[in-house]
Structures are given as structure tokens and as C-alpha cells.
């Protein structure tokens, strides 16, 4: 079993649609992380939060929305995606930020198929 | 800036041979550097890890070594099973923009037949 609760783990939607994504894990991390995955390749890191505070944005597009409620929890808000938006979306958490030696820890995430 | 390289895969083995995967990296400083597994249809679990050089990280039979000299941190097991069967990827972390963050190679499919 995940330590890190992503929810709902398949999720179809349309190009007009709005839909959320929903991460939370109860490990105490205050580092959490979206991952975007396409088929037989890597993660690419989306975002960072650290301390519940937007730290990194890797040039996501905006209709990509993160927002973090409280330290458990980790949204991401979609409206208008592409279909080259379909893929698994992983949220992750670490101890800490700076902290080089805490591993990330990795939800089972959530895999996405806009139409 | 930093990057790891695995070797391409799939590695397709028969039950309890010995496995060996291949990673390589380029990093500023000393990162750690870990092994993470992911079977079909879930995320990515931890392997194993290792802070500094010429620590061995170990879990489940599985073994790497992190070799600074060498910049290397290759996977082995010494015999392998059906249920290893699984997407592997070899990762670093490093700073950016004053936070930790990975960087993980292209990831290694290995299949192993009984």
C-alpha cells in the first residue's frame, strides 16, 4: 500500500470540461510534487510546494491549476485540456525541502484521457 | 546541468538469472541517488537508496553500489523472479531553485519468463 492517496485513479474527460485531481498523504512531508507521465517514458516534474507555497513551475501551461490546501493535501485543477494532455499524473512528497537525501515518495496517480 | 543514463532495455531474463542494469550520471555536488521500480498500471515504488559515495543500498535482493569514481549506481539481483518484472528507473537528486528535485533516467523495462 501508497503512502500517498491519489484520487481518482482513471478519470475521461472532454476538451471543455473542468475536473480535479486529488493527492493527500499523512506521512507529516511538507514537500509535495505533480509529475506528468507519458507511456514508457519517465516522470516530468509539473510543480513543487513546499511549506503549502508554489515554489516551482516548470513552464506548465495554465490551464494546469495546482493549489495546496493544507500540508496533507495537493489539488490539481484542469480546464480546456488537450488531448496531448492525456497521461498519468503522479503527485509525490518528501520530508523537506533542501533535504537532497529524503526520498520522494510516489502515489499510484491518476490516469488522465481527454477526448 | 545534471542527468543519468540507463541502459535501454527491455532486459528480458529467464527465472533466477542475474540481473545487472546499467546508470550512469552527471550531477554538480553530491547527490543521492536512487533506484525506484514500477510495475504495470502503478506508480513508482522505491527501490532503494544511497546518500553518499560507496554506500550500498539494498531491498529485496536487489543491490546498487555508489560509485563516485566511476559516476555509477548499477542494479543487480542475484536471481531474478517472474514478479520483478517492471519498468526500473534510476534517479538523483539535485537542487533547483534552492529545492530538491529529481532527475531520473529514460527507465528500463525488464521481463523476466519462467
Known amino acids: 500500500d501508497t503512502e500517498v492517496t491519489q484520487t481518482p485513479k482513471h478519470l475521461v474527460m472532454g476538451m471543455t470540461n473542468k475536473k480535479s485531481l486529488k493527492c493527500e498523504q499523512h506521512m507529516g512531508h511538507r514537500a509535495m510534487y505533480w509529475y506528468k507521465q507519458k507511456a514508457k517514458k519517465p516522470p516530468e516534474l509539473m510543480f513543487v510546494?513546499?511549506?503549502?507555497?508554489?515554489?516551482i513551475n516548470e513552464s506548465v501551461p495554465s490551464r494546469f491549476s495546482p493549489e495546496c490546501p493544507n500540508s496533507s493535501l495537493l489539488n490539481l485543477h484542469l480546464h480546456a485540456l488537450q488531448p496531448e494532455d492525456s497521461a498519468l499524473y503522479l503527485c509525490?512528497?518528501?520530508?523537506?525541502?533542501?533535504?537532497?537525501?529524503?526520498?520522494?515518495?510516489f502515489g499510484d496517480g491518476t490516469r488522465l484521457s481527454i477526448l | 546541468g545534471n542527468s543519468v543514463t540507463q541502459m535501454e532495455g527491455p532486459v528480458t531474463l529467464s527465472e533466477e538469472a542475474f540481473l545487472t542494469i546499467n546508470c550512469t550520471y552527471t550531477a554538480t555536488g553530491y547527490p543521492s541517488l536512487f533506484w525506484y521500480v514500477q510495475y504495470p498500471g502503478e506508480g513508482l515504488q522505491l527501490l532503494l537508496k544511497?546518500?553518499?559515495?560507496?554506500d550500498k543500498g539494498s531491498n529485496k535482493g536487489f543491490e546498487a553500489t555508489y560509485r563516485k569514481e566511476t559516476t555509477s549506481f548499477h542494479l543487480e539481483k542475484g536471481s531474478v523472479q517472474v514478479s520483478d518484472s517492471a519498468v526500473y528507473f534510476c534517479?538523483?537528486?539535485?537542487?533547483?531553485?534552492?529545492?530538491?528535485?529529481?532527475?531520473f533516467g529514460k527507465g528500463t523495462m525488464l521481463l523476466v519468463s519462467p
Open positions: 509525490a512528497s518528501s520530508q523537506d525541502r533542501g533535504e537532497g537525501m529524503k526520498p520522494q515518495h
Open positions: 510546494y513546499s511549506y503549502e507555497k508554489l515554489s
Open positions: 544511497a546518500t553518499k559515495a560507496d
Open positions: 534517479a538523483l537528486s539535485g537542487m533547483n531553485s534552492g529545492y530538491s528535485t529529481l532527475t
